[in-house]
């Protein structure tokens, strides 16, 4: 089979046109360093199966960075028929140096030459037939986000694939040995790219005159959070209501009909296990695709590029950088991705610290933990406070941790970031992030979060004489020996089984709780509520909020870090600082009378 | 002395004229535009001795002062132009 790979510096639109080429659903955003791994698709070019491989972006040939180090071990391995080189057509002047270096990899190149909406913009005119003479290979213009010129650049990789047919593996001597390539950069830059001599302000200029602003940056990104939450719970608990009606009235309806003839066991396996379980956790699917549509707003934008130059006086002072904390804010999105992207950084002890810190980030699966018993144990008016309250935490939480540990994972990695113009995402990309997250939360729904349901109801059942969730079931004697850690504080027995599974996966707990106290979801808010009291609920929120996020950011932890004492400090460290937290809340606020 | 990249006043358009960093780190600023004879400007400074943002030719990059301060640079004389 054919091979076509995507190269290029981070953040030229390598991710976008790989998504518009193969229908693929890579993930984009005005960030450089969002591909960390390889992405491959399948497609039908010049009428024969072409593999397509989507690489993370590189500054040169030689980077020692996780993510170059990826496109490195792919091109010395890997065979190609072609390399294509995606540029940054407004950023020539040095881009151009890429092309220079990847012409002696010694395999035939197609250069892509994208953005050139902004290109034009700013009033650069590019000669590509001059860059084509004379960098000896196909030079294209085009704009992947919209679609400008996509089919020249299909043609035009159609019709290198069949002027090379043979598969050629990139020459290794190209990633050791320096070019002196800048009077040859130089002279193709003069030759080829007309600027004008004065570039007036742009749009981005004038923003950042606002955002980056010396006293009012910093209060603006904490107005800017405050909207996304404000948004998202505004919006988002009223449709959570919605969608616990519907279940409900779906139970009554035909749920309940369907499943009265069958034997005690089975129904309640069905009803009580299975849909109350599920149910309860669908319910979230409208506000985690209104999270994700945020997230990939503040993503596409740019600003969290300007959120490293805000925060790194201060993220210095705790060991980490400006990165760290945007890798935080991804986090809040889902802690898995945001580990993976500290590839990004090239010290070892930088890295490591940041994904210390990264798992506090109060994800989107926690997000509908804390929702769900704040909404029920709380008023109206404190619930949001609450939540709000637990975000902040939780920032102040990985900051404490940073401070502790930074003595441990010292680093002097120089801060270098690109900062990008800002960019307005188009409907289509919108629709296709948040569709991309809705999709793997069902995925997730339909697989590990059936599981945990089904073997929470077993725990719950069996021996199946027993009273449902009582002491003589399984679950009531795992809970019994579980009582000398979470009486302390203040957590009862059940609540501790839900706390254990929660350990694989957050979204298990909601639907463990309906399952434990065989409830769907709109009756399970009122039995939360009569059986806990808001400083047990605090209790709950707080430990779920540190401990453990699950083990799939364990099980990434691991396999980024490569280093056993990291994965063991970071499962240990949070469930000691979550039990002493919630131990000192309990303890202070008994004693205060609550 | 030479001036260097950090102390050159903001607006001020300059020239780098030499890298004082590492190999590797040398590479990278070549990346991003950071190389000698390419004209830069100091954008904004963040408070607190955070970053500085700088132009360097069609990028805008942030760099911390220290790392900044490894750059020599010579103000233009000319009429600022920007490449
Ligand atoms: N104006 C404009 N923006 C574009 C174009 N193509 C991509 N973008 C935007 O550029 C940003 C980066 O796009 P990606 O596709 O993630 O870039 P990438 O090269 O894959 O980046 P890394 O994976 O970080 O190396 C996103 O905000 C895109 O929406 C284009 O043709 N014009
Ligand atoms: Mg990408």
Redesign the interface.
Known sequence: MKRVALLG?PNTGKSTFFNRLTGAGARVGNWPGITVDLLSARILLAGQMVEVVDLPGI??L???SEDEQVVRRFLETQPVNLLVLILNA??L??QL??ALQARQLGVPLLILLNMADEARK?G?AIDTDTLERMLGSPVRLMSAKFGTHHREAIQALEDALRAHPELRRADAQAFRE?LHI?RAL?RLVSESVH?P???PPTVTDRL?QVM?H??L?IPILLLILFALFQTVYGLGTPLQDGMEWLFGHLRAALLEPAVADLPRGLRSFLAEGLYDGLSTVLTFLPVIALFFLAMAIVEDSGYL?RV???V???M?RLGLD?RAFVMQLMGFGCNVPAIMGTRIMRSRNLRALTMLVIPFSLCSARLQVFLFITTAVFTPTVAPFVLLGLYVLSIVLAMLTALLWRGRYVSHE??????PPYRLPTARFLLHESWRATLQFLRGAGGFIVLGVILVWFLTHYPFEAQPAGPATLAGRLADWLEPVFAPIGLDNLLAIALLFGFVAKEIVIGALAVIYSAGPDQLQAILASRLDSVQAMSFLLFTLIYTPCLSTIATIRQEGRDWRLTVLSVAWPLLLAWGVSFTFVQVARALGY | MPLTLSDLPTGMPATVLALHVGMEQGRRMAGMGLRPGMHVRVIRRSPFSGPLQVRVGHTDIILRRSDASRIEVVPETRQPVQA
């Open positions: 510096m500054y040169n030689h980077g020692f407004s950023q002047d040095r140096a890429l700013l650069i320096d800048e130089d600027t001599v004065q570039i950042d980056l010396p006293w940056g590029a490293a130059f805000l790194d006086a201060l210095s400006g120089p801060l270098l970031l690109e900062l």
